[in-house]
């Protein structure tokens, strides 16, 4: 399937939801690609996951804004990939660096950048442990084990606009 048809395919799922986030986060290695940047060099040509493309594009257009939070001990590498990708103009806020802490320190910074609630935000991850961290703070997070697709894609969607209902409804009582 190809960008175009990712992208189409994408806004209809988003064209299901009411509630959208306000920001979506992306991992990089095993989640917006299929590896780890650490094993690479950088004249290599990266390529994405077959519907991350598609995706990212159906975000841009909803005007839903994008972020990176990676722990990368090659952070250079994953800068260099992003650019060979052209996506770099796609992400609000770009938090790749090595971290002994999950990846709250990722998010922590996100958050000062753009001033969106960790409520607002979906975070898309191949790590158990970031995933657990991360709901911890208000943010909607999905285990990706094959890369972002537009399951997961839906499926992050789904799980999103039940807990932007759930804490809504908690502030009220």
Known sequence: MGDERVKAEALQILGLFQVLPRLVVFDLDYTLWPFYCECRSKRESPSLYRHAK???FALKEKGIDMAIASRSPTPDIAKVFIDKLEIKSMFVAQEIFSSWTHKTEHFQKIHRKTGIPYKSMLFFDDEDRNIESISKMGVT?????????LDMFKLGLSN??????????????
Do not use: H, P, Q, R
């Not at 997070?141 to 697709?149: D, F, M, P, R, T």
């Not at 999103?160 to 009582?173: D, L």
């Open 54 to 56: 598609g995706i990212m």
């Open 160 to 173: 999103f606009a039940t807990n932007f209902a759930a804490s809504s409804t908690s502030k009220e009582e």
């Open 141 to 149: 997070s999905v285990l990706v084990e094959n890369g972002v697709n």
